[in-house]
């Protein structure tokens, strides 16, 4: 299998390790192979791929896209490095508010997987990021939705000893507690 399928702290997020195969010529993986992954219970008809560039500091999130317009993720570092992390905001999990992260780099090419009801952010950690993400859903502008990247009822310990670069929209999202859909 060209896949193992770690499954973190929060229950239904998996860390992605892919089998690379390197030799003096570059490397080949598969990144994504839909057999695969139904086996390990990611069963989502992805819609949509996005490709992000970020500088060293920019933390973007946590955000999500509320019902009916919710999505999945499966995210991939392809330059640099970030450290990403997906939020439980799905009232009646057992693990609501609780969260988990990876460091996901082109070095060791690991994706991490999000189902529907999660918030994302990651923090870019080196001097350029560049990431890509299947998304289970089209972007749909009126149920984007976020949560403070600081929010003090998550406590997610981004790694970083510096002040994060933010968008002007994540300065202003709101805690989850705050949240009313």
Not at 15 to 21: A, E, Q, R, W
Not at 137 to 165: C, M, Q
């Amino acid at each position: 299998m060209p896949f193992e399928f770690i499954r973190l702290d929060v229950e239904d997020i998996q860390l992605i390790v892919p089998k690379v195969f390197d030799d003096d010529r570059g490397f080949f993986m598969e990144s994504f192979k839909k057999s695969d992954f139904e086996k390990h219970g990611i069963l989502d008809d992805f819609r949509q791929d996005n490709h992000s560039k970020s500088s060293k500091g920019v933390l973007r999130g946590l955000h999500y896209q509320a019902a009916p317009k919710a999505q999945a993720k499966i995210i991939r570092c392809v330059k640099g490095k970030i450290f990403d992390v997906g939020v439980d905001i799905r009232k009646n999990s057992p693990d609501f508010s609780k969260w988990a992260g990876a460091i996901l780099s082109e070095e060791n090419k690991n994706m991490l997987y999000l189902p529907e009801g999660f918030a994302h952010g990651f923090v870019a950690l080196s001097d350029t990021v560049e990431i890509l993400y299947k998304a289970s859903n089209e972007y749909s502008k009126e149920h984007d939705r976020g949560v403070a990247w600081n929010d003090p009822d998550i406590n997610i310990n981004w790694g970083i000893d510096f002040e994060p670069l933010l968008s002007e929209k994540d300065k202003h999202q709101p805690f989850l507690k705050d949240i009313k859909d």
